[in-house]
């Protein structure tokens, strides 16, 4: 069964620098997930990638996917306070005719001045 | 475009009772999912359709029930309420066809007492 890690689970960080956000993930997935949760709200999707070495950026946040390490990553570039979010990474687990999404614990993340 | 619809948004049960959680959406989507988010944790997959009349066991079954009878409508079913089923419940939909990303409802909150 495919289980996925995030590290750190809580960030507090200072606006203007930067971080990141590790995703592990335990078996072999076609494709990873980040989505962002503001509090109280649903999920959004951030970035959806397929193979490996994916690169994708979106503003301040750049995800890559290595499959080989089993290993995504979520950058976040000179942070600013609308950032402050929890975000989840999201594997996908084959079956034999149809797959599931697996989620992290997600990272809890807070810019602050 | 309504997207992902859930209803009720508030809900409190007593132990014992029983409830549906409505879900449907409008984008045709085959995979339809259930989850469920316990305060300051991740999401935990429920139960999964692939489509019209077929259904599976996620993460935390126990307690639940699903049906498919259409593409749009995925009910989730609680039969004998219990405190460890207080959660926020998440429905969400995709096409299925490969990369893409999930559409999630805005949450029902329901609390067992």
């Known amino acids: 069964e495919l289980k996925v890690e995030q590290n750190p689970l809580f960030l507090s960080m200072q606006e203007g620098k930067n971080y990141t956000i590790y995703c592990n993930y335990s078996?072999?997935?076609?494709?990873l997930y980040w989505y962002r949760q503001d509090p109280g709200k649903s999920l959004e999707s951030l970035f959806v990638l397929l193979s490996n070495g994916a690169v994708k950026q979106e503003g301040r946040l750049m995800a890559s996917l290595d499959t080989k390490a089993r290993l995504s990553t979520l950058h976040i570039t000179a942070a600013v306070h609308d950032l402050s979010a929890t975000y989840f990474c999201?594997?996908?687990?084959?079956?034999?005719?149809?797959?599931?999404?697996?989620f992290g614990p997600g990272t809890s993340l807070s810019v602050i001045p | 475009n309504a997207g992902v619809t859930q209803t009720p948004k508030f809900r409190i049960l007593k132990i014992g009772q029983s409830m549906t959680l409505q879900c449907t959406q409008d984008m045709n989507h085959n995979y339809m999912y259930w989850y469920r988010q316990d305060p300051g944790m991740g999401l935990k997959l429920i139960y999964y359709?692939?489509?019209?009349?077929?259904?599976d066991k996620g993460e935390v079954p126990n307690g639940y029930n699903v049906s498919r009878s259409t593409t749009e409508d995925f009910p989730l079913r609680l039969e004998l309420a219990a405190p460890s089923q207080t959660s926020v419940y998440f429905c969400?939909?995709?096409?299925?066809?490969?990369?893409?990303?999930?559409?999630f409802g805005s949450g029902t909150q329901l609390s067992v007492l």
């Open positions: 078996t072999t997935s076609d494709r």
């Open positions: 359709s692939v489509g019209a009349g077929i259904t």
């Open positions: 999201a594997g996908n687990e084959q079956k034999t005719s149809y797959d599931k999404v697996i």
């Open positions: 969400a939909s995709s096409d299925g066809t490969g990369g893409e990303k999930l559409f």
